[in-house]
């Protein structure tokens, strides 16, 4: 069975206005977010779901799911705010999503295959597609895979970045740890700043990129989880339900183990203005080695 691949894609629309995450970065055009298309079609993937909202869905499918309909089979859910369990509804003066959990749990009735899940706009590479399409062979029942990069190949030189760094034991993943103000110093070494202290890392910590990979019956765990946190927390108007912490909540209580995979490949964002040039110079260096065809399309 082959896998699917989700990409939660819901906040292209806000965070940069209209669709400007599709900024052409390779040497022809192409967008980070089709690189990922690319590798996972070339890594046996079957299926794409696309998590949008539903107010730029035909801006999205024009710009964005046409190029791929003649290559991969393409879908849609939609994440809203209001698409809530029944008994639920919208806290007066609540305006956002619940968070990439909901994103998620938009592809229930989509999804019936092991699947991935990524964040649109970033740039996971080759590696990471084999690696995690690999990893589903090898899940026992109840088990989900996580890829994890090294910390060094994650890192901005034109700033801070937070990152999950992640505890491992016998290659299962036992913590994720979130750390903000990750930055690289002027001699090269690696640190994090909290409490206005600066603590030292070596670069070769495994940290999430949010590239988890899940049997298809997590969709039905997320359902009952949903509702769970919606009575927990569903009355706050900023409450978010992060597909990290609803995995180490399952962790912790026994419901799953993650098997920890790792790929030596460069993961790439644009996480501030100035990073877009050794973006743009990376992508083309690998078209250059061969590692893509010379147009990532023919």
């Known amino acids: 069975m082959k896998p699917t691949l989700v990409i939660m894609a819901a906040g292209m629309g806000s965070r940069y206005g209209g669709l400007k995450q599709m900024d052409p970065l390779g040497p022809h055009g192409e967008t980070l977010l089709e690189y990922s298309i690319h590798d996972a079609i070339q890594a046996g993937f079957g299926k794409v ?6 107010d730029f ?3 999205f499918k024009e710009q964005v799911g046409s190029k791929f309909a003649d290559r991969i089979e ?4 939609f994440q809203a705010l209001e698409n809530l369990p029944e008994g639920f509804s919208v806290p007066e003066g609540r305006t956002k999503p619940w ?4 994103a998620v749990l938009a592809c229930k009735d989509l999804v019936n295959e092991p699947f991935c899940v990524q964040n649109a706009d970033d740039f996971y590479g080759a590696a990471a597609y084999r690696t995690i399409a690999e ?3 090898q899940l026992a029942d109840g088990e989900s895979c996580m890829v994890g990069y090294l910390l060094k190949n994650t890192l901005s030189p034109h700033g801070s970045v937070s990152r999950g760094v992640c505890a491992t034991a016998n290659g299962y993943l ?3 740890v979130e750390r903000t103000h ?3 110093t002027q001699t090269g070494s690696v640190r994090f700043i909290e409490n206005g202290v600066a603590v030292d890392m070596t670069g070769d910590e495994l940290v999430s990129m949010n590239f988890w990979g899940f049997a298809p019956a997590m969709l039905n765990t997320l359902e009952e989880k949903f509702i769970a946190f919606l009575k927990e927390k569903g009355g706050e108007l900023k409450s978010e339900w992060y597909i990290p912490n609803i995995v180490t909540d399952m962790m912790d209580g026994g419901e799953t183990r993650v098997k920890m995979l790792s790929c030596d490949s460069q993961w790439f ?3 501030y203005p100035e990073d877009r040039p050794t973006v743009v110079a990376a992508l083309k260096a690998m078209h250059d080695a061969g590692e893509y065809p010379a147009k990532l399309w023919d």
Do not use: H, K, L, P
């Open 135 to 137: 990893g589903f062979q």
């Open 174 to 176: 036992t913590e994720v």
């Open 49 to 54: 779901v696309f998590v949008i909202r539903s």
């Open 57 to 59: 869905e035909t801006e």
């Open 182 to 184: 990750i930055e690289t």
């Open 74 to 77: 393409v879908q849609y859910a």
């Open 99 to 102: 968070g990439t959990g909901q």
């Open 269 to 271: 964002g644009v996480t």
